[in-house]
T-cell receptor, first 111, second 114 residues
Framework: DQQVKQNSPSLSVQEGRISILNCDYTNSMFDYFLWYKKYPAEGPTFLISISSIKDKNEDGRFTVFLNKSAKHLSLHIVPSQPGDSAVYFCAATTSNYQLIWGAGTKLIIKP | EAEVAQSPRYKITEKSQAVAFWCDPISGHATLYWYRQILGQGPELLVQFQDESVVDDSQLPKDRFSAERLKGVDSTLKIQPAELGDSAMYLC????????????FGPGTRLTVL
């Protein structure tokens, strides 16, 4: 039973355009969400987070949107750069401080 | 900048052999996690420590896996005997703990069992 779902295994975007990565969750008790970025042969790196009391959080080129009624969040990257090519994971925090992870979306930025 | 250290980075072993992975979390981080990640999937939690105590090891295959964090600082994950299906990336993460603290990951150990 996947509680956090990333339905797009991969996404290809032109450099300079917007990248939108999507994530859905099923457990309405989740109240904190995080996005991590992972390069091959490295551990995941924290990117940005959002609390359920907000619907938007912005950090430079990265913005995360949360739609609680739809149980959906999205990560926007504007403008997309070659270094953004990586696997992006969405995760939700549980009450015992564990993370429930999506399967990841591989983002490819084309020159 | 403080980092989570892991060693070795790569390990190749034959099935039925024993392997061990080491993790040194960021100083002051009380919570330590071991994950296993298979390509195309998100990390799967194996064990969670709070200081030296195991908080959750429900997903750890205890017949062959063991983990310890004796002094509440660094930690070791062991597999004995290794099986072909254990080939994966093993990730260690640490956190200050609490609901809204992110987890910081080490570079991982890529295990290949032949």
């Amino acid at each position: 039973d996947q509680q956090v779902k990333q339905n797009s295994p991969s996404l290809s975007v032109q450099e300079g355009r917007i990248s939108i990565l999507n994530c859905d969750y099923t457990n309405s008790m989740f109240d904190y969400f995080l996005w991590y970025k992972k390069y091959p042969a490295e551990g995941p790196t924290f990117l940005i987070s959002i609390s359920s009391i907000k619907d938007k959080n912005e950090d430079g080129r990265f913005t995360v949107f949360l739609n609680k009624s739809a149980k959906h969040l999205s990560l926007h990257i504007v403008p997309s750069q070659p270094g953004d090519s990586a696997v992006y994971f969405c995760a939700a925090t549980t009450s015992n401080y564990q993370l429930i992870w999506g399967a990841g979306t591989k983002l490819i930025i084309k020159p | 900048e403080a980092e989570v250290a892991q060693s070795p980075r790569y390990k190749i072993t034959e099935k039925s052999q024993a392997v061990a992975f080491w993790c040194d979390p960021i100083s002051g981080h009380a919570t330590l996690y071991w994950y296993r990640q298979i390509l195309g999937q998100g990390p799967e939690l194996l064990v969670q420590f709070q200081d030296e105590s195991v908080v959750d090891d429900s997903q750890l295959p205890k017949d062959r896996f063991s983990a310890e964090r004796l002094k509440g600082v660094d930690s070791t994950l062991k597999i004995q005997p290794a099986e072909l299906g254990d080939s994966a990336m093993y990730l260690c993460a640490s956190s200050l703990g609490g609901a809204y603290n992110e987890q910081f990951f080490g570079p991982g150990t890529r295990l290949t069992v032949l």
